[in-house]
């Protein structure tokens, strides 16, 4: 089916995409070396790291003991969108993700849109956790020397530092990792996913050993607004299951193990982190817990009365948050490679190593761009205007899925949402709620980060297009 439709309303068929991409083959030059077990590894590496390591606390703050109400309704809030992301992952397997999907449902501008907010999605995520990295760091290197680095090289300015070097450096090692290939990369993906779920287990055990019901009193401080306020904080922690679908032409058989390891993740990932928060906030007050830095860390401290829990808790996090950098730093690749193929962002992007299979140019391109950021932009700067980009990004690909059973219903699809058509309208309404929560400011700067978004559309991509 030919693309069609003026301008920026061009829409890509799926067909075209999936020929293009060779995602029934063997790829876009790319291999496909992960199997279900790596991909489900692969998600849980994109989603477990900085957002419950370092931003329960936050989560705590506006929520207080209700925080796992909180972590629940952004769970719900997931659970919606990933049937619509299984769905569409298994009828249109390419590494373009939300914006492929975008560009096959709603037209070449809205696509590039998209895309534009999944760089702000899966880069400044990177740059995010990146920070959140040195946090636990410095941690570790107390509990195991005594010694941290100065507050000069650990944090960004405006919290007491001038750059922080801990977040360049996991960038870099990511980016080394990388540009090797995507085997290596999914094998030490696996081993970290593996490891930080062992850890997070341990925490558990730890935090309901010391367990005080009279800590979930008074339950909900803030009344709703605050469950409210933090399920758009928590949210933040499941950023990342929509990475999965960037593997699209690096998986085996990926109609069958993209949905299936959606699902699992989110299942996985919900249920830990319910667990996680209440533990928390079991172990110790929500007062006490509220905007500590390195929060898990300081709990098993607490309750263990030694250092040696509290180091073994940092060193999960380390591995965790670096983890995170490896995936979403992949993801982002992938999407800027699919962009790159429709002319909407410079050829260098497409470009594929041939010794290697990935994109090596591409990889040190992100690195570089999103290094500055993680060195000098403190965390709470960029946390709400991420997750509002990326529940945009998620209304979007529940929208998707309603006009693409309406204009294709004879495309074969593996996973069906289930529930159809109210399962994704209740992905749109959850998503339109939780942006709701982000607050006013918030709001101010994701219009503005659309503007420059269209206009970069305008005097560049709408004219470079690979379909004008």
């Not at 996973?415 to 399962?423: E, I, K």
Request: contains cysteine.
């Amino acid at each position: 089916m030919p693309p069609s439709g003026p301008s920026g309303l061009r829409i890509k068929s799926p067909d075209l995409l999936i020929a293009e991409s060779g995602a029934d083959l063997e790829g876009h030059v790319l291999k496909r070396s992960m199997g279900l077990f790596q991909l489900v590894c692969f998600g849980v590496g994109a989603i477990v790291g900085t957002g419950i390591f370092v931003g329960l606390s936050d989560t705590v703050a506006a929520a207080g003991p209700a925080v796992v109400v909180s972590f629940v309704l952004a769970a719900v809030t997931c659970v919606f969108t990933a049937f619509s992301f299984a769905e569409l992952g298994g009828a249109i397997p390419v590494s373009g993700s939300s914006y492929s999907y975008a560009y096959a449902t709603l037209g070449e501008r809205a696509a590039f849109l998209v895309g534009w907010c999944l760089l702000l999605e899966y880069g400044v995520s990177v740059s995010a956790v990146a920070v959140g990295w040195g946090q636990y760091l410095n941690e570790l290197l107390g509990n195991l020397t005594g010694w941290q680095l100065p507050a000069a090289l650990a944090n960004p300015p405006g919290e007491g530092g001038i750059v922080n070097l801990p977040a360049v450096v996991v960038i870099l090692l990511a980016t080394l990792l990388l540009v090797r290939g995507v085997r290596e990369s999914a094998r030490a993906t696996a081993a970290m996913a593996v490891l930080k779920l062992a850890v997070l287990v341990l925490f558990c055990v730890i935090g309901f050993s010391a367990f005080r019901a009279g800590n979930l009193s008074p339950f909900a401080p803030q009344s709703v607004a605050g469950i409210t306020s933090g399920a758009s904080v928590a949210f933040f922690s499941y950023i990342g299951f929509d990475a999965i679908t960037t593997a699209g032409e690096e998986v085996k058989n990926p109609r069958r193990n993209i949905p299936v390891a959606i699902m699992v993740c989110i299942g996985v990932v919900t249920v830990l982190y319910c667990l996680v928060a209440l533990a928390a906030i079991g172990a110790l007050s929500s007062d006490q817990v509220a905007g500590q830095p390195a929060a898990l860390s300081l709990i098993v401290n607490r309750v263990t009365d030694s250092t040696f829990g509290g180091g073994v808790i940092a060193f999960g996090a380390v591995i965790a948050i670096a983890s995170v950098v490896l995936a979403v730093m992949y993801g982002q690749t992938r999407i800027l490679m699919s962009m790159s193929r429709d002319g909407l962002v410079p050829r260098v992007f497409e470009r594929v190593s041939p010794r290697t299979s990935t994109p090596v140019a591409n990889t040190w391109i992100v690195a570089a761009v999103f290094a500055v950021p993680a060195a000098v932009v403190p965390l709470d700067v960029v946390m709400n205007l991420t997750t509002i980009g990326t529940l945009a990004v998620m209304a979007v690909v529940n929208v998707s899925v309603l006009v693409l059973r309406r204009t294709r219903p004879d495309l074969p699809r593996r996973f069906r949402v289930p529930l159809f058509p109210l399962s994704p309208l209740l992905g749109i309404a959850f998503c339109g709620y939780l942006m709701y929560g982000t607050g006013p400011v918030t709001w101010l700067q994701f219009a503005g980060f659309l503007a420059a978004g269209a206009a970069v559309y305008a005097l560049y991509g709408r004219r470079r297009s690979a379909l004008a």
